[in-house]
């Protein structure tokens, strides 16, 4: 039973357009969410973070915005490029078990020139 | 410059036969972490450490087994026992415990290994 859960395997968005990549997770303890990019055979990175008590994260083209009542949050990524090229993974962590962070299954995004 | 080293990058292993994957971080970091990733799949827990000579077992943990004898160490043995053992392995650190402090993981490069 998947805790967090990316329901689009793939996404393809033209340059300079808007990316959005869903995420819906089912525990409501969860507080802290995380997105990572992962580029083929390397290790993902961290990209932004957003803490339960916020709605809304920015950092520079990059906005993750939560709705605690759906339960769902979203990457934005605004424009496109390129270099967006990835799989991203959503990930949620619970503050009672700190050591566990869950992923999702990633969302590979293409971005057309 | 710091990072995560794992290696080998492209293992393989033969049937009944225990492999070991490497993972050596040098941003003195406390917390290390073992994930699996397969297709189609977010990354599972295996093992993870918060501290030198402590680490806990994580979601799949059942036909592994780790150690943490130094600090900027985590090595990861795969075991006869592990009968699905074909994925892609990633080792992460973090500077406390992922959740607790709400530190992002830095994660290694991986290591694919193959049954032969």
């Known amino acids: 039973d998947q805790q967090v859960k990316q329901n689009s395997p793939s996404l393809s968005v033209q340059e300079g357009r808007i990316s959005i990549l869903n995420c819906d997770y089912t525990?409501?303890?969860?507080?802290?969410f995380l997105w990572y990019k992962k580029y083929p055979a390397e290790g993902p990175t961290f990209l932004i973070s957003?803490?339960?008590?916020?709605d809304k994260n920015e950092d520079g083209r990059f906005t993750v915005f939560l709705n605690k009542s759906a339960k769902h949050l979203s990457l934005h990524i605004v424009p496109s490029q390129p270099g967006d090229s990835a799989v991203y993974f959503c990930?949620?962590?619970?503050?009672?078990?700190?050591?566990?962070?869950?992923f999702g299954p990633g969302t590979s995004l293409s971005v057309i020139p | 410059d710091g990072g995560i080293t794992q290696s080998p990058k492209y293992l393989f292993r033969k049937e009944g036969q225990n492999v070991t994957l490497s993972c050596e971080q040098n941003?003195?970091?406390?917390?290390m972490y073992w994930y699996r990733q397969d297709p189609g799949q977010g990354l599972r827990l295996i093992y993870y450490?918060?501290?030198?000579?402590?680490?806990q077992k994580g979601d799949i943990a059942e036909g592994y087994s780790v150690s943490r004898e130094k600090k900027e160490s985590f090595p990861l043995t795969v075991t006869s026992a592990q009968k699905n053992p074909t994925a892609f392995y990633l080792c992460?650190?973090?500077?406390?415990?992922?959740?607790?402090?709400?530190?992002?993981?830095?994660f290694g490069d991986g290591t694919r290994l193959s049954i032969l």
């Open positions: 957003i803490s339960s008590i916020k």
């Open positions: 992460a650190s973090s500077i406390r415990g992922a959740g607790y402090s709400n530190q992002p993981q830095h």
């Open positions: 450490s918060q501290i030198v000579n402590d680490f």
């Open positions: 941003l003195n970091h406390d917390a």
């Open positions: 990930a949620a962590s619970l503050k009672t078990s700190y050591d566990k962070v869950i």
């Open positions: 525990n409501s303890m969860f507080d802290y």
